[in-house]
Structure formats: C-alpha cells, structure tokens
C-alpha cells in the first residue's frame, strides 16, 4: 500500500510538553496539507507544502505550531507547550499540484493532552 | 470566506433503500471543486465522489450519485440501495486550493 502514511496513530502527553508528528505523503505528490479535525466537527485546514515551500497558514495554526517539509517528501507538525484544547486528530493530506487534484488522506494522529 | 453547510447532523435508511444527502455552500470564485468523502468510525477518509464546478453533468461513482446545482449553490449526495458498510461520517467539501469541510452528516444504515 503506497498511500499517505502518519506516525504515531495515537499519542498521549501532558499539559506543557512538546510533541511532533510525522507525515509521509504519496510518493509522486508534491502537494502535502494538514488538517485538525475535534470531535463531531469537520476537519480545519491547518497549513500546506508544495514541495518544500510553505505556501499558506491559517490563523488557527498558533506561534506554537510549526510544520516543516525540508526535502519536500515528507513532513512534520510540531507543537510546543500544549494545551487541552489541542487534543484532536491531525490529518495530513496529499496531492499532485494542481486545485483541481484530489487530496487523499492518512489515518490521522490522535493527540490527547492530559 | 467560502462556507459549507451540512443540515443533517444525523440521518437513517434502511438496507437497500436510498437516501439523499443536503450541503450548501458559498463562495465567489467561479472555478472549484466539490467533494463528498466518507470518514468510517475510527478509520481514514476515503473520497466518495467529486465534481468539477465547470461541468454540468452530474458526477456519478457505481451506487453514489450527486446533483449539483451551481446556482443555487447545492450538492447533495444519493446513495442508492444503501448498504450496511456506507454507515459513516459524510463530509461535503469545496476545493479551490484548501479543502473546506462541513460539519458532517452521519448516516445510520438499518438492517
């Protein structure tokens, strides 16, 4: 299976403590988003590479979130210091360039801070 | 801003039958995508169907189907004789680079 992968599945912290996750896209998609989705809601989008560039931020994505792609392949999103309120899953997202190209989606990070 | 809007928090159908899911969304731009993907309990999301916003026929996937009225700003999705494994989390979404969601219907199939 060579689609998106994310690493870990599920991750539990405490208040306070840093924590990254890992996202390797489609192997030929130069497109990499993510996305945080709470529970009952749909998912928000977060920030997107095309290749190694950061192309946009939402607002949502706070000073203590930072994603970076360096090679352009795969990704990471890294908080710092979280809070309760960042418990949800994060999804990452990939596609070939182009708005008209579909983004298909990994398994998601469940983050749960205690 | 473009929003999409999904009434139906939940909805049921019995086996077999079929059943129409409602989004509305807005936006100014003329050139977007719509989608509907499907979210399985504790599973990935998975692309059910798509539609390109400068085509006027009606995408259609095997048993899903959509109706796409670009002036009334609509996109609903048909599942046609329902099946045990299409119970899951239904989300419409709108491309024009970023994928905007809604809020989800979720779709009970009863036996």
């Known amino acids: 299976d060579t689609g998106v992968s994310q690493d870990p599945r599920h991750k539990i912290t405490k208040r306070g403590q840093n924590v990254t996750f890992r996202c390797d896209p489609i192997s030929e998609h130069n497109r990499l988003y993510w996305y945080r989705q709470t529970l009952g809601q749909g998912p928000e989008f977060l920030t997107y590479f095309q290749n190694e560039a950061q192309l946009e931020k939402s607002r949502l994505l706070s000073d203590r979130f930072s994603a970076e792609r360096p090679k352009g392949s795969f990704s990471t999103l890294e908080i710092q210091r979280t809070e309760q309120g960042d418990s949800a899953m994060y999804l990452c997202?990939?596609?070939?360039?182009?708005?008209?190209?579909?983004?298909?989606f990994g398994p998601g990070t469940r983050l749960l801070v205690l | 801003a473009q929003t999409v809007t999904q009434s139906q928090p939940e909805m049921s159908v019995q086996e077999a039958e079929t059943v129409t899911l409602s989004c509305t969304y807005d936006t100014s731009e003329s050139d977007y995508y719509l989608f509907w993907y499907k979210q399985p309990p504790s599973r990935q999301m998975i692309l059910v169907i798509r539609q390109e916003a400068y085509k006027q026929q009606n995408a259609t996937e095997n048993r899903f189907s959509v109706n796409f009225q670009k002036a009334a700003k609509s996109f609903s999705l048909k599942i046609s004789d329902s099946q045990l494994g299409d119970a899951a989390m239904y989300f419409c979404a709108y491309s024009s680079d970023k994928i905007i969601f809604g809020k989800g219907t979720r779709l009970h199939i009863l036996p």
């Open positions: 997202a990939s596609s070939r360039v182009g708005n008209q190209e579909t983004q298909y």
